[in-house]
T-cell receptor
């Protein structure tokens, strides 16, 4: 996971609370992604960013917002958490079409 | 719909055995295919990336092959070791501006000492 860091590692929220998942890279690459991983569903793309200041929706964007204010950081925000958002969240970046993943954030919404 | 399937879902082998993990995809117009390893509670580690123009890639005891026309890839692990125990994920990209990956659900491998 060298090059991509995520904080926090674990988080428990109550329904309706908000939080921001942070992702940072030190590899100076443009494309960054947020995925969620659920048992039996594989990883699914939430949002991606092709470059600083640009973001686009992926397969499952509902309930999430993202921010790419600079090249290094790509954050994922849950405005009003729901139990269906209990998942493991991974940030990734793309270098020469190969994707590299962070260590993940395990989120539980009660 | 573009889908990726991995069979089997779980596999248990004795140490030293050679093994093959399978990945199939419904839309053969892929740009590339990537194999990952995931240890419990950890992130994904990239193992091999095969471009659509390539037939195979090798890294140490790992060899990945790609047959675009049949929509299949295999990951061959030679002389398996207990340290190879993990979930192996296959993902395909159709290129474009996104280069988003479509993942299979993985094969959980256990190598028994």
């Amino acid at each position: 996971n060298a090059g991509v860091t995520q904080t926090p590692k674990f988080q428990v929220l109550k329904t309706g609370q908000s939080m921001t998942l942070q992702c940072a890279q030190d590899m100076n690459h443009n494309s960054m992604y947020w995925y969620r991983q659920d048992p039996g569903m594989g990883l699914r793309l939430i949002y991606y960013s092709a470059s600083e200041g640009t973001t686009d929706k992926g397969e499952v964007p509902n309930g999430y917002n993202v921010s790419r204010l600079n090249k290094r950081e790509f954050s994922l925000r849950l405005e009003s958490a729901a139990p269906s958002q209990t998942s493991v969240y991974f940030c990734a970046l793309s270098r020469a079409y190969e994707q590299y993943f962070g260590p993940g954030t395990r989120l539980t919404v009660t | 719909k573009q889908e990726v399937t991995q069979i089997p879902a779980a596999l248990s082998v004795p140490e030293g055995e050679n093994l093959v993990l399978n990945c199939s995809f419904t839309d053969s117009a892929i740009y590339n295919l990537q194999w990952f390893r995931q240890d419990p509670g950890k992130g994904l580690t990239s193992l091999l990336l095969i471009q659509s123009s390539q037939r195979e890639q090798t890294s140490g005891r790992l060899n990945a092959s790609l047959d675009k026309s049949s929509g299949r890839s295999t990951l061959y692990i030679a002389a398996s070791q207990p340290g190879d125990s993990a979930t192996y994920l296959c993902a395909v990209s159709y290129g474009g501006a996104t280069n988003k990956l479509i993942f299979g659900t993985g094969t959980l491998l256990a190598v028994q000492p």
